[in-house]
Structures are given as C-alpha cells and as structure tokens.
C-alpha cells in the first residue's frame, strides 16, 4: 500500500527527536498512520491529507499535545511531527493500538465473539472515558463507532482519533458523524455547537449499538426512504427523529422482519437502561438539558455488571434488573432464570448500597468499597474478594478475602469469625462481614 509517506522518511518532532517511517498501517478521511520508529520505540504516525494539514488543525493537535493527557484509554497526541520536500505537512505521534482491541463494525457484522458482561463493561468503561475528557473541559465532538475500540474478552477500551477534541466553547473544527450527531446540529440550529452537550446524544447512541446492536432512530421510517442521501439523513437524525421504541409514538417501530436483532436485545435490556434509552432519544431528542449525563450511565451500567446471572440451563449471561428478585426469563433458551444470593455492600461515609449477585466466580473490587470511585477497575490489582468452591465439599461456596487486611464476618445467629487474607468464610444468607473501616456487605438470598 502506498501513501504519502516513503518508507524510511526521516521526521522530526517539536522536541527535536528523530523518527523514521517504517510502514503504513492505514488510512482514513483526515489522512494516513503509519508506523514509526522512534528513540523510544515504535509509535503511531497520523500524517494529515494536504487539505485537513490546515493552521486551525494544526493548532488544534499543539494544545492537545500541552495539555500533557495521560489516560491509559486513549491514544493522545504525544508529540508534533513535520516533514519538508515531499513530506512536507505535519502529523502526530501516538501510541500503537494493541492488536486486542477490536473496532464495533466487526462486532456488528457478529464477526466477534464476546459476551454480555463484557459488552456492558465496555459501555461502562466508554462512558467513563468520555467523562474523563468532559471533566477537564474538553468536548470530544466526534463520538461514533469508528472512533473506538474494545477487547472483546474483557470490555477494555481504546479511543482513537483524539485529534478533534477542544475545549469546551471552541467551534472550530468538525461537528461529527451524522448519525450520532445531535438533532439540533444535524439541524444547523442557531447558536448550536458541539460540545459536551451534544456529546451525551453521541454517546447514547453508541452505548444503544453497542449493547442493542442497532441505530436508536432507524426504523420503519429508514425503511421507507428511497434514497438514504444527505436529506433523508438530516430528517431521520434531526428534523424528525424517533426513537424505535418511543412509548407514545409508534412511528418508527421497528420491523418485525427487517429489525428482529434489536427488538430481542430491548426485550432482554434491563429496565434500568431501557427508562434511560426512553429519556435520551424522547425528551433528550428535544431539549439538551434532559440527555442522560455520565454518572446516571455510570450508575446503571455497573449495577448490571454486578447482577448479570448466568442460566442454569443453556450457560448463557443474562442482564437482569439490580435489586429485583424477579427472576426473569433467559434470552437464549426462555427458561427461567435462578437467581443466585445478592450480597449488598454498603458504604458508611457517605451511605452508598451496591447489588452484586454471587454467580460463580464473582467477585468485588476496590471500587465497591467506595461511595463514588473515581474509576471501575475490573483487575487482579484491585481484587478485594472471590466466590470459591470448597476444595471438598462441591457445590458448597465461600467468599474468599483477597484484600491485605482481615475482616470481621458474623454469622446470623451472632457468632463472630476472622477472616484473614486468603481465608475464606462459608456463604450463608444472613452472613455480615465487616471489609475493613470503610464498606460492610451481607448475604441475602432472594
């Protein structure tokens, strides 16, 4: 594949270092990647088309490289990097994507195999990225599914093509892809600008293909245009939008023969998220101020997490709702879902409850300790305790302490216990256990 750049071209950085092309990788609309070697090793090259190398864009990729952002969920400008003769232009370096990390048009096309749980943990993990950005100021405006990556396996997270983030109130540049743009800038309303606001319209509508595998506002109303070009488009996703399972407008129902995919995956959503969905793409649709923020995302999206079941018949995960003892039926095979014991964790200062189902191998991490973490990290590093099968005695369970600190566990009629790392204590319903100064949890079963 050839590209702008010859093999073996020598750059160099803002901060005078050297960087040889070693290959492309590939290409997009603002321009191509190609692989680098570098004093520190080999990195990622974007190197803008000649109609994108603009001074505005150029201004743009210098205060995200000053801003100095490191997250390890996004691949962030690093350094500035031009060329001259015919290499003349500029770029940005950035880390290289782990081969890992899957894009969500592969997961569309059912190309990936990968689960409920880490599905949602993805959800949770973009949502939190995106607010890691919105919390420093800076609007992404360009949030869609080609802009992200995930690891199928566990739902880790990768954002590239961050050199479109700004502070917020900055209208230059671009407004985003069409379909998840916001109604009131696929409008060109007066006054409106991408921005952090608009942002939370992007961001639903790719947690709604993430988790629902479909568009929130293609229904039968898609079906019934001719000819998708720009002014269908401006009236699906902006002058008449409507959400496929609008609870007052059923316009834009979805097909039952064309849209099987997405009226399964609702019907197997959790009420949590679908009152969430409803109030993004009805009252959000209209009034900027009603869109779901992060933290309400944040919220739902863990307690899922932590209640996902798996069916005793057909082995399939299940989302099911936090604190219901409804059991549901399985998505998969309709048979009725067993729910396992709940175990409540409770935070002291200030009072936070969390639902965790116990399914096998469940676990709590650090972050269930905390009222409001800044972060949900799902890593051996941050493991606090496990559910374990008794060496012995099968089907018989314990809660395994895998923290650096004993606990106190008191059983329901009053006798007390140590548990010190690495020691498990029998489950039983009514079981409380002191983990550590700050959280308490107890067992119920359902």
Not at 116 to 145: C, F, K
Not at 388 to 402: D, F, I, M, T
Not at 423 to 444: F, H, S
Request: with cysteine; proline share 6%; hydrophobic share 35%.
């Amino acid at each position: 594949m050839s590209g702008m750049l010859d093999s073996g071209a020598r750059l160099t950085t803002d901060t005078g270092d050297e960087v040889a092309v070693a290959g492309m990788l590939g290409a997009g609309g603002q321009g191509e990647v190609y692989r680098v070697k570098t004093p520190t090793g080999d990195k990622a090259l974007k190197w803008y088309y000649p109609a994108c190398a603009t001074p505005e864009q150029r201004h743009i990729v210098e205060g995200l490289v000053g801003r100095d952002f490191d997250d390890d969920r996004f691949l962030w400008p690093t350094s500035v990097v031009a060329g001259g003769g015919r290499s003349a232009g500029f770029g940005y370096l950035m880390d290289i994507r782990p081969d890992r990390f899957k894009g969500l048009p592969a997961l569309f096309r059912r190309q990936l195999r990968t689960s409920p749980l880490a599905l949602v943990t993805a959800g949770l993990n973009m949502v939190e990225a995106y607010q890691s950005l919105h919390s420093r100021g800076i609007a992404y405006r360009d949030i869609s599914w080609g802009n992200i990556f995930f690891d199928p396996d566990n739902g880790d997270v990768l954002v590239c093509d961050n050199d479109n983030a700004v502070s917020e109130g900055d209208s230059t540049g671009i407004s985003g892809t069409m379909e998840f743009m916001a109604p009131e800038l696929v409008r060109g309303d007066a006054g409106a600008v991408p921005g952090t606001q608009s942002d939370l319209h992007s961001l639903s509508v790719l947690l709604f293909m993430l988790l629902m595998n479909h568009h929130p506002l293609k229904g039968r109303a898609e079906l019934e245009i001719r000819c998708l070009d720009e002014a269908a488009e401006k009236r699906l996703y902006g002058k008449r939008p409507v959400f496929v399972f609008d609870p007052v407008n059923d316009d834009n129902r979805p097909d039952p023969v064309e849209h099987g995919t997405v009226l399964a995956t609702w019907a197997a959503a959790p009420p949590i998220l679908q009152k969430l969905f409803t109030q993004n793409f009805t009252e959000g649709l209209h009034d900027g101020a009603r869109r779901v923020r992060e933290t309400q995302w944040r919220h739902a999206l863990s307690e899922v997490r932590d209640t996902i079941v798996v069916c005793a018949e057909c082995g399939r995960q299940n989302m099911t709702e936090p604190q219901s003892a409804t059991p549901g039926v399985c998505w998969s095979c309709s048979r009725t879902l067993i729910l396992p014991p709940r175990l409540v964790v409770t935070t002291l200062r200030p009072r936070v409850e969390r639902n965790l189902r116990l399914r096998r191998a469940a676990k709590v991490y650090g972050h269930h300790l905390l009222a409001e973490p800044a972060r949900h990290r799902y890593d051996d590093a941050t493991l606090v305790a496990e559910l374990v099968e008794h060496p012995q005695k099968p089907g018989k369970y314990g809660l395994a302490n895998r923290s650096g600190e004993s606990w106190t566990a008191r059983r329901s009629d009053g006798t007390a216990q140590q548990v010190a790392p690495g020691q498990r204590v029998p489950l039983r319903a009514g079981l409380e256990i002191e983990l550590g100064a700050a959280a308490r949890a107890v067992v119920r079963a359902d």
